[in-house]
């Protein structure tokens, strides 16, 4: 380890990185935070009992600082990934939901149904009935339930490509930290065959599914509510940067005229 971190803390460490994402979009999305919290504390508890159905059992097997098989930081984990992948197109290309267009509360949850129906379904089918991993048993959910969004609402097709490849940066950033702080990172938590081909410290498998999740929780939301995105007022990632950029200016040429 270059940082010397013990093993027992990696996960959490991974946990951190992604609260500081959510926390960014948090802060700079104040129109959408019940929203986040909502949708987050809903989700969560899907991401938790797929570790526990799923990838817990075959994919990694990370040590949480508790020792328990399920802990704090799949909570974290689930609760964080969920409201990133939903609402950071949102924040980086400056856009909102509008009005739902259909406020039809029984059509809302039809809707939810055949969403989690084909997400799920192939899961268990594919995972205890044909002994499939549980990446390819559950990154098949993901794929029919893109299916379905994509037959009803082409015009999501693009968000839902832009949010997979922001989720892959953003997971990129998080294995390549993850990987200086801990080089053995994967070996030790990763199943062998999970962890046969990586770049750059980015398993493969990973890279995958998470691309497939991003695509589809980029348009899941405005589907199952049946919005579309527009143009947004609130502060966006590039207005953001170019502030951050123009404190810096200023501070380096602050420095230069005392050092004048």
């Known amino acids: 380890m270059i940082f010397d971190i013990s093993y027992k803390y990696a996960y959490a460490l991974g946990c951190l990185y992604f609260l500081a994402v959510w926390a960014v979009l948090f802060l700079r999305m104040k129109d959408e935070r019940k929203s986040m919290l909502r949708i987050g504390l809903i989700w969560m508890w899907v991401g938790v009992m797929c570790e526990y159905l799923w990838w817990l059992r075959d994919w ?27 609402f950071v ?15 039809d509360n029984r059509k809302i949850f039809l809707r939810m149904s055949a969403i989690i129906l084909l997400v ?42 832009l949010t997979a490849g922001l989720f892959f940066i953003i997971t990129f950033v998080m294995f390549l930290i993850g990987s200086l702080v801990y080089p053995n990172v ?39 509510f049946q919005k579309q995105f527009v143009d947004s007022k609130r502060p966006s990632f590039k207005e953001d940067m170019r502030d951050i950029y123009l404190i810096g200016k200023r501070f380096v040429q602050g420095k230069e005229l005392i050092g004048h």
Request: net charge neutral.
């Open 60 to 86: 990694w097997h990370p040590q949480n600082v508790i020792g328990t098989f399920i802990g704090v930081e799949d909570f974290i984990i689930s609760f964080t990934h969920f409201n990133v992948t939903i």
């Open 120 to 161: 799920f379904g192939p899961s268990f089918v594919l995972y205890y009935l044909f002994s499939l991993p549980s990446y390819i048993a559950t990154g098949s959910g993901l794929l029919f339930a893109s299916a379905l969004v994509v037959y009803k609402r082409k015009d999501l097709i693009l968000p839902g490509l």
């Open 186 to 224: 994967i070996v030790d938590i990763w199943y062998p065959e999970t962890a046969k081909m990586v770049i750059l410290g980015y398993p493969v498998i990973d890279m995958i599914w998470y691309l497939v999740l991003g695509f589809l929780m980029g348009g899941v939301y405005e589907y199952v």
């Open 89 to 103: 197109y949102k924040y980086v290309f400056k856009k909102a939901s509008s009005a739902g267009r259909d406020g």
